[in-house]
Antibody, heavy 127, light 109 residues
Framework: EMQLVESGGGLVQPGRSLRLSCRTS????????ISWVRQAPGKGLEWVGF??????????DYAASVRGRFTVSGDDSKSTAFLQMNSLKTEDTAVYYC??????????????????WGKGTTVIVSS | EIVLTQSPGTLSLSPGERATLSCRAS???????LAWYRQKPGQAPSLLIY???NRATGIPDRFSGSGSGTDFTLTISRLEPEDFAVYYC??????????FGQGTKVEIK
C-alpha cells in the first residue's frame, strides 16, 4: 500500500525554524516527485514546494511566498522528503501535506498530478 | 500567472442529484495541465481527475471531467453521501508550478 506520513509539525515562534518530514512507503521514492501543499485554517489549498524525483533531475521549485525561506530536499536511502522552513511567519500557520506527484504525458506535453497524499501535519506559528 | 476561478462557491443538492462544477482559467491552458481534487471534511485532498478528463485509479465513473481552453467542468452524475465535500481544480504550470482554484463546496440540501 502506498503511503506518505508527515511529521515534525508543532508550535513555533515567529522567526524560528522547523523541519517537516514526509516518510514514504509502497513505491520507489526516486521514481517519483514530491509536492508540499498547505492549507491555512478555514482556507483553500496553497502549493508550497516541489522536488523532482532523482530520475527527473532532483530539481526544486517554490511558491513565491516561501522562496528563500523554505527548502525541499529528499533522502532516497530513507524514502523520505523534507521541508525545511526558516524565518517562519504567522501566515505560515497551516496544515502541511506532502503528496506524491506522478508524471502524466500527453503528446509533447507533460504535467505532474498529486495522486497519493499524506494526512498532514499542523504547524502553528505564534508568539 | 494562471488564475483559476471556480463556481459556484457552494452547491446545495440532494443525494442522487447531478452536480456540475465549473473551473475557469484566466487564460487558455492545455488539458494536460488540469486536475480536480476532492477534500472530504477533516481529510487530505484526493485526486479525482487528471489531464482534464482522465479518472484517477479507483475513482467511480459517476465522476467525469470535460472542457478545454479556459472552461473546464467536473460532473458528478449521481451524488453519493461521500461526495458532499469541497472540490478544487488545479493547474500545473511554470511559475508558479501549481495553482489551485478557491474551491466549490457541495453541501446537502
Amino acid at each position: 500500500e502506498m503511503q506518505l506520513v508527515e511529521s515534525g509539525g508543532g508550535l513555533v515562534q515567529p522567526g524560528r525554524s522547523l523541519r517537516l518530514s514526509c516518510r514514504t512507503s509502497g513505491f520507489t521514492f526516486g521514481d517519483y516527485s514530491i509536492s508540499w501543499v498547505r492549507q491555512a485554517p478555514g482556507k483553500g489549498l496553497e502549493w508550497v514546494g516541489f522536488i523532482r524525483g532523482k530520475a527527473y533531475g532532483g530539481t526544486t521549485d517554490y511558491a513565491a511566498s516561501v522562496r528563500g525561506r523554505f527548502t525541499v530536499s529528499g533522502d532516497d536511502s530513507k524514502s523520505t522528503a523534507f521541508l525545511q522552513m526558516n524565518s517562519l511567519k504567522t501566515e505560515d500557520t497551516a496544515v502541511y501535506y506532502c503528496a506524491r506527484a506522478s508524471r502524466f504525458r500527453s503528446g509533447f506535453l507533460f504535467s505532474y498530478y498529486m495522486d497519493v497524499w499524506g494526512k498532514g501535519t499542523t504547524v502553528i506559528v505564534s508568539s | 500567472e494562471i488564475v483559476l476561478t471556480q463556481s459556484p462557491g457552494t452547491l446545495s443538492l440532494s443525494p442522487g442529484e447531478r452536480a456540475t462544477l465549473s473551473c475557469r482559467a484566466s487564460q487558455s491552458v492545455s488539458n494536460t495541465y488540469l486536475a480536480w481534487y476532492r477534500q472530504k471534511p477533516g481529510q487530505a485532498p484526493s485526486l479525482l481527475i487528471y489531464g482534464a478528463s482522465n479518472r484517477a485509479t479507483g475513482i467511480p465513473d459517476r465522476f467525469s471531467g470535460s472542457g478545454s481552453g479556459t472552461d473546464f467542468t467536473l460532473t458528478i452524475s449521481r451524488l453519493e453521501p461521500e461526495d458532499f465535500a469541497v472540490y478544487y481544480c488545479q493547474h500545473f504550470g511554470s511559475s508558479p508550478l501549481y495553482t489551485f482554484g478557491q474551491g466549490t463546496k457541495v453541501e446537502i440540501k
